[in-house]
């Protein structure tokens, strides 16, 4: 089974930074993507971002083009996301997960907070 960590959540200010990281663990198979998610209270959850783990391909929601990077170590199966300019509207609980096929997610984390204050 494959194991997945997220760490790095946090209370920042509007305007700030904040990096997430997710750690995969366990029984890992050939990843295809690594892909961020975040849900806020009272909303469905949202795509952010995705890396294709061969070539470090990425792909970002709209609302985070710019503001937000994906990245990757493979030797760590580790995928990374920095978010810069940071706005209230941010605010989630940030998963990531693996998908071993294109664009289909079988492994999830826990999750973690992140809350921009105004």
């Known amino acids: 089974q494959v194991q997945l960590a997220e760490s790095g959540g946090g209370l920042v200010q509007a305007g700030g930074s904040l990096r997430l990281s997710c750690a995969a663990s366990?029984?890992?198979?050939?990843?295809?993507?690594m892909g961020w998610f975040r849900q806020a209270p009272g909303k469905e959850r949202e795509f952010v971002a995705r890396?294709?783990?061969?070539?470090?391909?990425?792909l970002y929601a709209e609302s985070v083009k710019g503001r937000f990077t994906i990245s990757r170590d493979n030797a760590k199966k580790t995928v990374y996301l920095q978010m810069n300019s940071l706005k209230p509207e941010d605010k989630g609980v940030y998963c990531c997960a693996e998908a071993v096929r294109p664009r289909v997610y079988d492994f999830w984390g826990q999750g973690t907070q992140v809350t921009v204050s105004t």
């Open positions: 890396i294709t783990w061969s070539d470090a391909n990425t």
């Open positions: 366990g029984r890992t198979f050939s990843i295809y993507h």
